[in-house]
């Protein structure tokens, strides 16, 4: 996960990371890979731009 302001930016460094990973001879399965997303699930939360919080699907299963 990668999260920057400013999209140059962050345009820029997912680049470099890709760059990284392909020196290494890592590669992604594009199908798998989300970019320029504002709402991501992650490890049971859900992350926005100024906010994390449990997924509700997982809230729900809790108080049940």
Known sequence: MIYLNILKKHVNYVFKVLECLDKKNLHLKL????????EINFLEFVVKRHEVRMNPK???????
Do not use: D, G, M, P
């Not at 199908?31 to 504002?38: A, P, S, V």
């Open 58 to 64: 997982k809230l729900r299963a809790i108080k049940e």
């Open 31 to 38: 199908k798998k890979c989300e970019f320029y997303q504002k």
